[in-house]
Nanobody, 125 residues
Framework: QVQLVESGGGSVQSGGSLRLSCAASGGIASSGCMGWFRQAPGKEREGVASVRSDGYSKYADSVRGRFKISRDNTNTLYLQMNSLVAEDTAMYFC????????????????????WGQGTQVTVSS
């Protein structure tokens, strides 16, 4: 049974930084798409960043240049978040899938098979 467990969320002031982690267990393949998503109260879930097994990444326009996604060879996924603003406040979820497209980045509407429970990020202005 694949499990994804996020950690690293918390409360921070505007301009601050946080690093989210997502530990994968249960035998998920080292290949495939992994991504971070977020959902703020009253809003739909949105893609934040995604990364292929070869490290090729994609970012939402709202976070490009401030956030960095990475993954290591244990299938732990990270999201380094810098220059946080109040609009980044949301529940952040990681997602993983054993498959990935033959080319290009992992799109945000990819059918991720596995999801974590989420970690809350709150940014105060």
């Amino acid at each position: 049974q694949v499990q994804l467990v996020e950690s690293g969320g918390g409360s921070v002031q505007s301009g601050g930084s946080l690093r989210l982690s997502c530990a994968a267990s249960g035998g998920i393949a080292s290949s495939g798409c992994m991504g971070w998503f977020r959902q703020a109260p009253g809003k739909e879930r949105e893609g934040v960043a995604s990364v292929r097994s070869d490290g090729y990444s994609k970012y939402a326009d709202s976070v490009r240049g401030r956030f960095k996604i990475s993954r290591d060879n244990t299938n732990t996924l990270y999201l380094q978040m810098n220059s946080l603003v109040a609009e980044d406040t949301a529940m952040y979820f990681c997602a993983a899938d054993p498959d990935e497209p033959y080319g290009g980045t992992c799109p945000f509407d990819w059918e991720y098979r596995y999801w974590g429970q989420g970690t809350q990020v709150t940014v105060s202005s």
